[in-house]
């Protein structure tokens, strides 16, 4: 293992200690260790506060609850204050092949892009979750490419419009000019609205199809093998609307047409085992949310 020279981690911890310090663990195994790791502790709950003696270079910061965006925002400024060069975030419920760090950093420091993304595996089924992906302007929606194949099957998507903010590596110069991401959404739709500003920037994104990540998708917010949280649905739901009512992302025909990508979650929810009520719930209180209530002004950090 060699150190990563200027390499940063962000990741955010909130009330899921074990799934943390199993991603802490599987990024300091690999063969490009980050100089310094940092933890953004949104915890309620003092029993899932992370111990810093899980790592040397781990750095634990405890905050209020603001959302995802903005502890990553305050990840992102203590690794600037600490001189780092390039920034990975990575969601807490990830673990990292012992290759993928070195693979994205090559691939950073080789100039094949600005904005770096890996092969995001689901790690209840192996397969893949998100290899690149792109933003739907008839439904406004994020899709995510070559979803459900076998790894041996990944090829390198070569056009790359929707990073997935699970896992992405870019210069932490070029985050914190663009402000980092929007604090207003609190949970979920964060990377979208970042992936927009990165293409108006005219900064590219790129996949590195051998940098391999597993992901338990919503595992960190309290999701499980059978999808969302119903917290997740709501925020992801109210979120997308927001962001097209406010002109984050483009309005039309999306706006109209926004009905459909909730319906076929619905259609998800109703397959699904448990929670069924609590889920529905969820879709049409962010739907309703979304859609009538005032959105809040943009909050970039940075």
């Known amino acids: 293992m060699t150190a990563g020279v200027g390499l940063g981690v962000v990741l955010v911890n909130y009330n899921a200690r074990l799934l943390t310090e199993a991603c802490v663990a599987s990024v300091n195994a690999g063969r490009v260790a980050p100089e310094s790791i940092i933890v953004v502790d949104n915890s309620t709950l003092e029993t899932e506060w992370l111990v810093e003696d899980v790592g040397p270079n781990v750095v634990v910061i405890r905050t209020a609850n603001h959302g995802f965006g903005a502890a990553c925002n305050v990840g992102a400024a203590a690794l600037a204050a600490k001189g780092a060069s390039m920034l990975m975030v990575l969601n807490n419920d990830t673990t990292v092949a012992p290759d993928a760090l070195a693979l994205l950093v090559e691939a950073l420091q080789g100039h094949e892009a600005d904005v770096l993304v890996p092969t995001i595996l689901d790690g209840h089924t192996q397969r893949v979750w998100y290899a690149g992906g792109h933003w739907n302007d008839v439904f406004g929606t994020a899709i995510h490419h070559q979803w459900g194949a076998r790894l041996v099957d990944v090829t390198t998507d070569p056009v790359v419009t929707f990073v997935s903010g699970g896992a ?134 940075g």
């Open 168 to 301: 992405f590596l870019m210069r932490l110069e070029q985050f914190m000019e663009l402000g980092g991401f929007d604090e207003s959404l609190f949970l979920y739709c964060e990377d979208v609205e970042l992936s927009h500003r990165i293409a108006k920037r005219g900064l590219k994104a790129g996949h590195v199809a051998g940098a391999v990540v597993s992901h338990w998708p919503g595992s960190g917010s309290g999701g499980d093998e059978e999808g969302m949280s119903p917290t997740a649905l709501f925020f992801a739901t109210r979120n997308r609307l927001w962001m097209l009512r406010r002109g984050q992302v483009r309005r039309w025909p999306a706006l109209l047409l926004t009905p459909w990508p909730v319906l076929v979650e619905t259609g998800h929810v109703l397959r699904r085992s448990n929670g069924r009520r609590s889920r529905i719930n969820a879709l049409l209180r962010g739907l309703i949310s979304g859609a009538l209530k005032r959105c809040p002004p943009i909050r970039y950090g």
